[in-house]
């Protein structure tokens, strides 16, 4: 018998047990002995749950008990979250956690107490909800160079774009109606303005690099100025708007950013549609493959959740080997990332076009029916810090830029 | 040092060299020692080639040297790679394939001897090329029962259909220009006939279940009485048509085909264009998600192969406990499967309404433009075997049937 902890009974929580109790006997065969829910630590009480039987509002409870070989943190946010991981390690017992803001942060430190005590600290959940994409990468794609992984990692944003491509709807329209729907928080921030996706990209970037990558130091660009007028453009272009967190090799540099971006009609993520998330990934050797999913949600996070514990069951007294130092990379200047741009121009090309030209040399200019009063151009592909120079110099009045995704 | 063999010098063989060679820096990191290889096997010469450095004709110079710990069966056929690799299992050293018919036929088998020898016996690239999906479904998804595998794995027909769908070009023209391009064998019966990927589909059965599938025993319709006008009925009904491979659970029994299908335009598979791959998995807690890319190809199948070699690398000690038994799983009779099916009818909805009413019950008509005096309809949900019945007594005639993906 392999007895788990689970710490937090909100949606992940409960889902998790949800998942052991109704998969039970599968994940018993699967692990090779019985998982057994020994205590679920929450601060509240749950009148008339079923929960109550291992409910505990005591963590030591929890780290103290030596039966306990596997924990589950699904309580969010950085601490208690932080102390109770790094007492669970020390204290031998393997660790799962969905905390992204946790792994973001920590994971470096984490990861090396496991190893130090042989026993490991698995967040599959943390990334791309119930997508399998942390695993593969650690023990899959492991004869490739990694040389980009591009995702679409946070649902609220991507049901949104989708009704603004579809529908037209426009922004407000659309955030309300995902706010009425509960795919958005009341406070969209998180969402809205990138940073979900940020975290999310952060530990890809540090797992794929084997060094810690900040999130803080990714350059992060939300939905909030994306307007109808943009999704018609896209469509005049066979293309579609998309949050993208991207993390790319050049050379010996990473380069990393989350922003809105112009996908083409044949990109594998275009027809990513919902509050579904996909994670496409480049291999040196492999070419493009692509993991989709949920990206959220009750059992598809525990889902995750649940296939990390059976892995850490499997391998009690075995350091898996996921790995990434506290070294810090420096990921390469933002403006020094050669893509095409896309701009939106007030006036009409005849007006413009020769300034245009001269400013950013060949481009491709774009007219979208229904937008009247300006007109569009997309440039060849050139530094951002170049396209920002030729921006200030461009006397036409640039009304909003996006980048492309090639 | 992790000495390994590499048998068979052929398209995967030598991908598997150039995978190693490329990757060699990064791939040792992982392996945590270096990987090397001692031998490759071949009968032919390839005078020039770096590779003779390491060339052997003579098997028993591999399976007898005991510095050689992991074996590379790449040769394709069964015999004579059942025959070494069962030598080399036996012998103790793990094996690493991409042999698709060797791996349905004997997989029970060999993974007994791997397990009973403390050894692995892996075969990501036998299905899916360069996706990764076994481990996924051995190492990830453990907390979910796997409710349905639904996949396009067969690259040279989906080629076929996507042109097919999208230019309108005929069977015999697609089928040529495949060939042309060297996306079809001059015999293309393995791929066109459906044999392909219902091996692959037996793989994935047997995996899923834990028991041998048969792929003797899955119903298996290729996509060679496909046409122009049955695209045209599936653009007018908003679907495409794709060779579909299937497994699905209904209560506590499996079914399987291979049979080229309808889908609906927000099916996940239904933009997995030209040659790629692409796996559909519905898990009970997880819901749905996907996998996708190159399903052939030298460099993706042999970044498959590389995967499984780091892997074995990693625990050449231990087995990672991939098994399905013998015991040969029974199928749920097509017959007794529940579908809708699309029916083309010769003349016109006037002249057949009642009869086929009578006949089938409730039915949607569907007329596609530029297909003349016929007119098809979809029926609602019933056995397959009620189908065949009540088509048999509808006294209008049947030009095609294809079954409809819900």
Excluded at 6 to 35: A, C, H, M, P, W
Excluded at 142 to 149: A, P
């Amino acid at each position: 018998m392999v007895n788990i902890a689970v710490l937090g009974y909100g949606t992940v929580g409960s889902g998790v047990v949800e998942v052991i109790r109704t998969n039970q006997k599968l994940i018993d065969q699967r692990v090779g002995e019985e998982l057994r829910i020994k205590y679920v630590l929450d601060l509240k009480e749950f009148p008339g749950d079923p929960v109550n039987e291992v409910l505990t509002h005591d963590f030591e409870q929890v780290v103290g008990d030596e039966d306990v070989k596997i924990v589950v943190e699904v309580m969010g946010g950085i601490e208690p979250a932080y102390t109770f991981v790094k007492r669970c390690l020390e204290a031998g017992k393997s660790v799962a956690t969905s905390n992204k803001a946790l792994v973001a942060k920590h994971g470096a430190e984490l990861l090396k107490i496991a190893k130090e005590k042989n026993i490991n600290f698995l967040f599959e959940a943390s990334v791309g909800g119930g997508i399998p994409i942390l695993r593969p990468l650690h023990s899959s794609l492991t004869g490739d160079e990694i040389e980009e992984i591009t995702g679409i990692l946070n649902g609220t944003t991507n049901y949104m774009m989708t009704k603004m491509f579809y529908e037209g709807a426009d922004y407000d329209e659309v955030l309300k109606e995902a706010q009425e729907n509960g795919y958005a928080e009341r406070n969209p921030e998180a969402d809205v303005e990138g940073h979900d996706a940020c975290r999310k990209i952060a530990i890809l970037s540090s797992i794929i690099s084997g060094h810690q990558v900040d999130f803080e130091d990714i350059y992060c660009e939300g939905i909030t100025k994306i307007t109808t007028e943009d999704m018609k453009y896209a469509k005049a272009m066979g293309m579609t708007i998309k949050l993208l967190a991207s993390c790319k090799r050049e050379g010996d540099k990473l380069n990393a950013i989350v922003c809105p971006c112009l996908l083409r009609g044949e990109h594998p993520l275009f027809s990513v549609n919902g509050v579904f998330n996909s994670v496409f990934v480049h291999g040196n050797m492999l070419g493009d493959a692509m993991f989709y999913g949920s990206g959220a949600g009750k059992l598809p996070t525990a889902s995750a959740v649940v296939g990390d514990i059976v892995e850490e069951a499997k391998n009690l007294d075995r350091n898996l080997g996921v790995m990434w130092s506290a070294d810090k990379l420096v990921l390469e200047d933002k403006n020094d990332v050669s893509r095409r741009f896309f701009v939106r121009v007030e006036g009409s090309v005849d007006e413009w076009q020769e300034q245009i030209i001269n400013a950013f040399g060949m481009v491709q200019f774009v007219k979208a029916e229904g937008v009247d009063g300006e007109f569009g151009f997309v440039t060849e592909k050139m530094p951002e810090g170049v396209y920002e120079e030729k921006a200030k110099e461009c006397p036409a009045v640039i009304k909003a830029m996006i980048r492309v995704e090639d």
